[in-house]
């Protein structure tokens, strides 16, 4: 198995659109952007496959899928099964991945600019069950579903102990998740709700 094993239908219909060109070209910029990070995310993604370990990708490169104007990230953020945790950090390894684990997460780093992290927070461990297939920057993955992408990136931006850079960025998203997809500001809370714009046609409340 390669790249996306496992992800064979949507690789089908993928090709089938025609739009191969458009994905190389989207790869080749992700790439520039990356110093060469989308050999790294393909690895991860072989890694991951070959091991037929269940996981899906969160954070900016999830929503980049759901989202209608995809943004280049460098942090691939991505989560896998309680019980898989150690599996995938042994193969990432013997891929040659440099790993540093703290308390929530596992740090990988491959031969890019591209900063690989694993979440283990509990909140996400159940993510990768509801993952869908996913064609982001030309490459074919698994990515959180809409509402859990949702459900990360609001868990994010109400964490107070980021940076604030990286709140402006993860409110800069949920606010893309919401224009692309309108029903999703029901399920914002207040503070939100009170600086990302009703969508038009959601009814009164």
Known sequence: MGEGAGLKEKDRSFRETGSIFDSVTA????DWQTAGGADDVMRLVDCLERADIQWCAIGGVA??????????????????TAEDVDRAVSVLSEAGFEADRFQWSVNFRGRSKVSIQLSTEEVYLAFPQ???????HGILLRVASLEDTLTGKLLAWGDSSRRQSKRIKDFADIARLVESHPDLWSRLPTELQMQIDKPPGLPSA
């Not at 509801?130 to 982001?136: C, L, P, Q, S, T």
């Open 27 to 30: 790869k080749k910029f992700y």
């Open 63 to 80: 929503v980049n899928h759901w989202a209608e104007e995809p943004m280049v990230t460098q942090d691939v953020d991505f989560v896998v």
């Open 130 to 136: 509801r993952a869908v297939a996913a064609d982001v």
